[in-house]
């Protein structure tokens, strides 16, 4: 690829999704593009560009965010952070508690949310309480897969078997075993699309836990102070952020305090 095209497409990118792509990345930029070529019939990335240019509706540039996305993720991914959020919620039931909000802002194809879900039911036995996950991610494609629920069976090998038999019902794909997500666990999960480098965002808060894990590492300081700051105003207080293990807030300017590598307090 061309420095002048791949220019472009890093200002494009960067510009609607706040992804800094770097000086070293056009192969994997040409072959995830490629797929959009092919599906369009264009000839090359010139014709491709100029196709997203006179695109009003923008549903191209949804397309080429889709397959720029990078949605690497797995149930009890991080697992200690699920361990923590199991004990706080226990403590906020004791001190009575009944409201719960939380937020998966980069829920990729949804094995976050659905873990937190769990998590959470595990948590409240027969108490009366009102819980609602938002889970949010930029790809549209991606997000359909987490509102359908149905993943491989080698990819659950983390769930306890427990859990398995609780929230997911065995089903056959083609001759392959899948398990679909369970109604219960649905309901408490809002899938919506959301930028995350476009804020303010219309949520009101507050919320009580986000998770905001393995994506701001692809955004520049601007990007991530403008995200962060959006964290602040929807956490409550006593209210805690999770980021990736590779992540640290430290030189942001932010006002959440660190309580443990990847967990942050207001």
């Known amino acids: ?20 792509l770097g000086d070293k990345k056009q192969a994997l930029v040409e072959a995830r593009v490629s797929k959009r070529l092919r599906e369009l019939q ?3 990335l010139k014709a491709y560009l100029q196709f997203l240019k006179k695109d009003s509706s923008e549903a191209e540039l949804v397309n080429l965010l889709d397959v720029i996305s990078t949605n690497v993720t797995s149930f009890y991914r991080e697992s200690v952070h699920f361990d923590f959020i199991g004990e706080q919620m226990k403590g906020w039931l004791r001190k009575g508690q009944r409201k719960f909000r939380f937020w998966s802002a980069a829920c990729s194809s949804g094995e976050e949310p659905y873990t937190l879900a769990v998590t959470l ?5 027969n108490n009366n309480v009102d819980i609602r996950i938002l889970a949010t991610d930029i790809s549209t494609q991606i997000l359909q897969k987490a509102i359908d629920g149905v993943y491989p069976a080698e990819k659950t090998g983390a769930i306890p078997a427990e ?9 056959t794909i083609n001759g392959e075993k899948y398990f679909q997500v369970q109604d219960k666990l649905k309901k408490l999960i809002t899938f919506k699309r959301l930028n995350l480098s476009s804020p303010p965002f219309p949520m009101k808060g507050p919320m009580d836990c986000i998770f905001c894990r393995n994506v701001m590492i692809y955004f520049d300081n601007i990007v991530r102070k403008k995200l962060l700051s959006e964290v602040e105003r929807l956490l409550k207080k006593g209210g805690y952020l999770f980021t990736g293990h590779a992540e640290s807030l430290t030189g942001q300017l932010c006002a959440l305090r660190s309580v443990k590598p990847s967990i942050y307090v207001k």
Do not use: H, Q, S, V
């Open 1 to 20: 690829m061309e420095i002048e095209i791949y220019d472009k497409f890093k200002k494009i990118i960067y510009d609607k999704a706040g992804i800094n």
């Open 163 to 171: 859990f398995i038999d609780k929230y997911f019902n065995r089903i």
């Open 42 to 44: 264009l000839p090359d």
């Open 121 to 125: 039911l595990n948590c409240i036995e």
